[in-house]
Every structure is written in structure tokens, then in C-alpha cells.
T-cell receptor
Framework: KAGVTQTPRYLIKTRGQQVTLSCSPI?????VSWYQQTPGQGLQFLFE???????NKGNFPGRFSGRQFSNSRSEMNVSTLELGDSALYLC?????????????FGPGTRLLVL | AQRVTQPEKLLSVFKGAPVELKCNYS??????LFWYVQYSRQRLQLLLR??SRESIKGFTADLNKGETSFHLKKPFAQEEDSAMYYC???????????FGKGMKLTVNP
């Protein structure tokens, strides 16, 4: 099976712009979660989608949003970018049959905000 | 609030030495505990989870509810064990992972 894929892999934006990141889960996986990884804060949960519905949301401002499509692919959007949004954004998918299952991570999208 | 603490950021040992990577958690319910690993230039991947009670690549971890710990151990470290290790938990029925800050293990020849 192909692993989790994320596009683009690298992105440079300027403050005030918006950005959309994409994640394709492993075939058959229904849950997609997003994480932000920074040197200072480590890995922080952004949100989780299951069957096109947001099930969990982390402690991030409303500028961070996401959605999931019927084929389980997911996108996350960050509006009005700030310098502090520079980070590695990881997507993870799981079967989500019973909760607390193994998460399979993508390679990440590295976002640099100038 | 859920929290995972990995008290050490760095650990350097020689090949063949035992290693113990510490993890403590705070959570009011019954969490699922995991260890994830990231080798150089590879993506984050699951190493083991407490519910399966498996030994993966010689690593084991025991959940101690009294001490709220889930330390990762290996009796004889190998150079290929050099990586970043993250302890994480989920709450019942959720896919949300709460991660510790991670610990870099270096195994020297």
C-alpha cells in the first residue's frame, strides 16, 4: 500500500497570505489528523477529520481550518499567515475503527513564512 | 489536562549499553500509550504501543499506572537505534495524539 502523501513538500509564503496544504491518506483509512511541529513547541495536534466531519480540534486560532473530502483526502488552510506559523505540518491517517489506533504519518509540508 | 513529559532531551550511549528513555504522563482516565520514532530523513512511525505488549526491535515499555510512567527500554543498544523518540498518549476512543517533546538518542560505535 502507498503511504500517506502530502503536497507540497516545501512552501514559502509572506505574512498575511494564506496557504492550503493537502494530505492523501492510506487507502481505506477514514481518519486524518494534522499536527504542527516546531522546535520550541514540538508536535501539537491541530485537528482530526473522520468521514468528512471534524471530530477533534486542538488549541489553535480560527485561522487554522481544515476539511475532508468523500475520498478521505484532507486539506488544511491557514489564513493571514504569521511568522510564527513557520513549521513542519504533518498529516497522519488511521483506520479509526475503535479509537487510539496506530497513526501513519506523511513526510510533512515545511512552511516558511517571511 | 493531558500532558506527556520526557524529562531528557538528549541521551548518548555506546553500542551494547542499556538504554532507558523516560516518559511520564498526566491523564485522569485510562490512556493509550505509544512510542513513536523518527530515524534520520524518515517519517515519524510507530515503535510500539502498550496495549499490544510487544517487543519491537528489542525495545519494551511497561505502563506503570501508579507512577504514571511508560519508560522505553532496550538492554543492548545498536547504532541503528539512533533517532528521535517521542512518547505519546491518546484518550479513549480518540485519534488525537498528545506528544512529549521528544528525546534524541545517539548510539556511538
Amino acid at each position: 500500500k502507498a503511504g500517506v502523501t502530502q503536497t507540497p513538500r516545501y512552501l514559502i509564503k509572506t505574512r498575511g497570505q494564506q496557504v492550503t496544504l493537502s494530505c492523501s491518506p492510506i487507502s481505506g483509512h477514514r481518519s486524518v489528523s494534522w499536527y504542527q511541529q516546531t522546535p520550541g513547541q514540538g508536535l501539537q495536534f491541530l485537528f482530526e477529520y473522520f468521514s468528512e466531519t471534524q471530530r477533534n480540534k486542538g488549541n489553535f486560532p480560527g485561522r487554522f481550518s481544515g476539511r475532508q473530502f468523500s475520498n478521505s483526502r484532507s486539506e488544511m488552510n491557514v489564513s493571514t499567515l504569521e511568522l510564527g506559523d513557520s513549521a513542519l505540518y504533518l498529516c497522519a491517517s488511521s483506520l479509526a475503527l475503535a479509537g487510539g489506533e496506530t497513526q501513519y504519518f506523511g513526510p510533512g509540508t515545511r512552511l516558511l513564512v517571511l | 489536562a493531558q500532558r506527556v513529559t520526557q524529562p531528557e532531551k538528549l541521551l548518548s550511549v555506546f553500542k551494547g549499553a542499556p538504554v532507558e528513555l523516560k516518559c511520564n504522563y498526566s491523564y485522569s482516565g485510562s490512556p493509550e500509550l505509544f512510542w513513536y520514532v523518527q530515524y534520520s530523513r524518515q517519517r515519524l512511525q510507530l515503535l510500539l504501543r502498550h496495549i499490544s505488549r510487544e517487543s519491537i526491535k528489542g525495545f519494551t515499555a511497561d505502563l506503570n499506572k501508579g507512577e504514571t510512567s511508560f519508560h522505553l527500554k532496550k538492554p543492548f543498544a545498536q547504532e541503528e537505534d539512533s533517532a528521535m523518540y517521542y512518547c505519546a498518549l491518546t484518550q479513549g476512543g480518540s485519534e488525537k495524539l498528545v506528544f512529549g517533546k521528544g528525546m534524541k538518542l545517539t548510539v556511538n560505535p
